[in-house]
């Protein structure tokens, strides 16, 4: 059993940047053809620079059309797909009380719908020859958090969508599995390290590692889910978080 992912197709929506990026320039270390799905197109230029041979696609998750078309230009490219990371997402941090319904629907639209609408754009592509799907949760799909409640709906939400898609699409040998980030130095836990007093410090005094993690932390379990080696492995959300979740 192997972890290469050479000669495979994958691609990574959100990544152009943070946690995203991180895995694309992991598997394309380890063999695979990169496509990056990202609505900035100078972000993704850069990125796509950044890995030999890999191909930016725009896409914003949110719009199915889009969707269909950047998996159609996936394929145009490379002509198949076997993994797909969904990883693009954002958030907005309020307290529920104020939370606006327009910044309710953005991010319920960007991480949950968008996963949705990526994952069967995707789906005629993958059940060709089997493959493999790792969605990106969070913490806050298992904790509850005073200032992110849409977020944590929707990384909820994910969770269980990969569960319903891992039972949906075994028969056409598709595994979906989801990774569930811990504090990752990101672009977008700058902005929460700015906007929730003591963040820095209340996460290094909970988590065992003693430290924030790293966008390349979540390689390593991306490429397992990605590769051959978790052939037998479906319907799972992975914490990687260096023991956050485990600590009381």
């Given at each position: 059993?192997?972890?290469?992912?050479?000669?495979?197709?994958?691609a990574?929506?959100?990544?152009?940047?943070?946690?995203?990026?991180?895995?694309?320039a992991?598997?394309?270390?380890?063999?695979?053809?990169?496509?990056?799905?990202g609505?900035?197109?100078?972000?993704?230029?850069?990125?796509?620079?950044?890995?030999p041979?890999?191909?930016?696609?725009?896409?914003?998750?949110?719009?199915?059309?889009?969707c269909?078309?950047?998996?159609?230009?996936?394929?145009a490219?490379?002509?198949?797909?076997?993994?797909?990371?969904?990883?693009?997402?954002?958030?907005?941090?309020r307290?529920?009380?104020?939370?606006?319904?327009a910044?309710?629907d953005?991010?319920?639209?960007?991480?949950?719908?968008?996963?949705?609408?990526?994952?069967?754009?995707?789906?005629?592509?993958?059940?060709?020859r089997?493959?493999?799907?790792v969605?990106?949760?969070?913490?806050?799909?298992?904790?509850?958090?005073?200032?992110?409640?849409?977020?944590?709906?929707?990384k909820?939400?994910?969770?269980?969508?990969?569960?319903?898609?891992?039972?949906?699409?075994?028969?056409?040998?598709?595994?979906v599995?989801c990774?569930?980030?811990?504090?990752?130095?990101?672009?977008?836990?700058?902005?929460?390290r700015?906007?929730?007093?003591?963040?820095?410090?209340?996460?290094?005094?909970?988590?065992?590692?003693?430290?924030?993690?790293?966008?390349?932390?979540?390689?390593?379990?991306?490429?397992?889910?990605?590769?051959?080696?978790?052939?037998?492995?479906?319907?799972?959300?992975?914490?990687?978080?260096?023991?956050?979740s485990?600590?009381?």
């Amino acid at each position: 059993m192997t972890h290469s992912l050479k000669d495979r197709v994958v691609a990574v929506s959100g990544g152009t940047s943070g946690i995203g990026l991180a895995i694309a320039a992991a598997a394309a270390g380890a063999g695979a053809k990169l496509a990056l799905l990202g609505r900035d197109p100078t972000r993704g230029a850069e990125a796509a620079a950044s890995i030999p041979g890999a191909l930016f696609v725009p896409c914003d998750v949110a719009r199915r059309d889009e969707c269909l078309a950047a998996i159609a230009a996936v394929e145009a490219e490379f002509g198949r797909l076997d993994g797909l990371v969904a990883s693009a997402g954002f958030n907005r941090r309020r307290p529920p009380q104020e939370l606006s319904e327009a910044d309710w629907d953005a991010v319920i639209d960007a991480n949950l719908k968008g996963t949705f609408l990526l994952c069967q754009a995707a789906f005629p592509l993958l059940s060709r020859r089997g493959g493999k799907v790792v969605t990106v949760g969070s913490m806050t799909s298992i904790f509850g958090s005073p200032v992110m409640p849409a977020y944590g709906a929707s990384k909820g939400g994910v969770v269980q969508l990969t569960r319903s898609l891992a039972t949906a699409w075994a028969p056409q040998g598709i595994q979906v599995n989801c990774l569930l980030p811990g504090w990752i130095d990101t672009p977008l836990t700058v902005a929460a390290r700015r906007e929730i007093a003591n963040l820095e410090a209340d996460v290094l005094a909970r988590t065992p590692a003693d430290r924030w993690g790293r966008p390349e932390d979540l390689a390593g379990p991306a490429l397992f889910l990605l590769s051959e080696a978790s052939d037998f492995v479906t319907g799972t959300a992975i914490p990687v978080d260096g023991g956050y979740s485990v600590r009381i």
